[in-house]
């Protein structure tokens, strides 16, 4: 199994452009997570999808955040316009089950995609 | 709400001794929790799960965890460390939240490790 697949690794961009990050779950995962960390905040949540469908948005800090999943093999998440604080490390994490109750809370984690706004 | 605080930022220690990360948990009943491990430029593992079944977890790479609900803890241990134990590690605390199970980070220990 690849695992989680997230990119790029990398992301340098200016202040006011749009980014897109990707992220590719676990074959046969149904549950898939977009996490950011921080120094200053830590790992947070952002979005969480179940069977393709968003369940909890609450941690999207702004409409500047968009995040979607067309199908169960690909998600994005997409700022637009980027600013200097997003700057951090975006990572996608994905899980067999959730939603009608949760039999594994193993979470598989991608790489992460290292963001920086100038 | 649920939470965990990881009481230490950092923590060092030599080659071949004890490593002890130690967390406490706010939960208003029987928690789900978990220690994860993130190396550096890599996404997070999971190092081991308690759900109730045992107070002792033992997970991967010799580490375990002691539940002791008198504490509200659940401190990671390791008898002797090694070079690659270098890592970030992270308590973290299920919360049942809108239909399903949402985890909650700590803010994260960094360990090192010294020859």
């Known amino acids: 199994d690849a695992g989680v697949i997230q990119s790029p690794r990398h992301e340098v961009t200016e202040m006011g452009q749009e980014v897109t990050l990707r992220c590719k779950p676990i074959?046969?995962?149904?549950?898939l997570f977009w996490y950011r960390q921080t120094m200053m905040r830590g790992l947070e949540l952002l979005i969480y999808?179940?069977?393709?469908?968003?369940?909890?948005d609450s941690g999207m800090p702004e409409d500047r955040f968009s995040a979607k999943m067309p199908n169960a093999s690909f998600s994005t998440l997409k700022i637009q316009p980027s600013e200097p604080r997003d700057s951090a490390v975006y990572f996608c994490?994905?899980?067999?089950?959730?939603?009608?109750?949760?039999?594994?809370?193993?979470?598989?984690f991608g790489s992460g995609t290292q963001l920086s706004v100038l | 709400a649920q939470s965990v605080t990881q009481l230490d930022s950092h923590v060092s220690v030599s080659e071949g001794t004890p490593v002890l990360l130690r967390c406490n948990y706010s939960?208003?009943?029987?928690?789900?929790l978990f220690w994860y491990v993130q190396h550096p430029n890599k996404g997070l593992q999971l190092l081991l799960k308690?759900?109730?079944?045992?107070?002792l977890v033992k997970g991967i790479n010799g580490f375990e965890a002691e539940f002791k609900k008198s504490e509200t803890s659940f401190h990671l241990t390791k008898p002797s460390a090694h070079m690659s134990d270098a890592a970030e590690y992270f308590c973290?605390?299920?919360?049942?939240?809108?239909?399903?199970?949402?985890?909650?980070f700590g803010a994260g220990t960094r360990l090192a490790v010294h020859p």
């Open positions: 994490a994905s899980i067999r089950g959730q939603g009608s109750g949760a039999t594994n809370e193993k979470l598989f």
């Open positions: 074959s046969g995962h149904n549950s």
């Open positions: 999808f179940n069977n393709n469908v968003p369940i909890d």
């Open positions: 939960s208003s009943y029987s928690p789900s």
């Open positions: 308690y759900t109730s079944a045992a107070t």
């Open positions: 973290v605390v299920s919360e049942a939240s809108g239909g399903y199970n949402k985890l909650i």
